[in-house]
């Protein structure tokens, strides 16, 4: 071997290794959740560590109706974390999990919104703000507008109405409206996504928002929101309405923009996963993820 090929061969080594240890660490939140959160968090683990960007860990809340000493173990360390997910559906943080988690985006954190999750926190002020728009637990105008595209721009309807609807799940096509963006740059136009609920006429305060992709809904008529990005202080928000159950997940579409969206909270670029994959779905079929030994989710879905 010339000496040569031996610093290449270093070299290659010390790139691999830092490589490794470059690895964002990510914090994905469940323990709550009106769906099947103990199916589909190890797809959402699944989607991120097979990117090879992150490292990811999870915490779990206390069951819902614990009494509030079984909360008190419950405060993760956020700032050592590049994003945090939330998979979480369900009773209020405790105050001090809040402030903390405010003060984490504040200060530049990176935060992930998956389905359901935008249905949390209705009384949340800060919460509402780093989301934008969110569904059900009482929204209503009084929330803030109603947010799609229409003829390209976004849209915010302020007439009455409640936040949060959705039809039967379905497949549906999913349409980039800004092809630039991190996220979404080199995917095709249009593609189609796997059974999923098709959320619409969300509502919240929906400042400091671009949305990304919107899929037609047949209860509104009108183009609504699928994936989402925020500024929140100096933190940055990726909210991805999709997600309803593992099915759903288990879609190259959904994997591209989950890891692409949560390497974006967490650096403000995607040079990790920003690589179309070969089998990135088209507007006519899907292209579903096979993980071995996943259980697929029989009973029936819920609502929301
Ligand atoms: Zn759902």
Redesign the pocket.
Known sequence: MCPKSLFVGAFTFIALSASAADRLKVLIIDGQN??KWDITTPVLVNALDSSGAFTTEVSTTPAKGSPAEAWKDWHPDFAQYSAVVSNYNGEPWPEAVRLAFDAYMKNGGGFVSV??ADNSFPEWKEYNQMIGVGGWGKRNEESGPWLYVKDGKLFRDTSKGNGGA?GQ?HEFVVEIQNTEHPITRGLPPRWLHAK??L?SRLRGPAENIEILATAKSDLTSENEPNLMVLSYGKGRVFHTTL???DY?MLDRGFYETFQRGTEWVATGDTKATGDVPVDFPTAEKVSVVLLDGHPKQSAP????
């Open positions: 009106n769906h389905h359901a959705h799940q999923d609920e959320y997600g309803h159950a759903s879905a819920p609502k929301k």
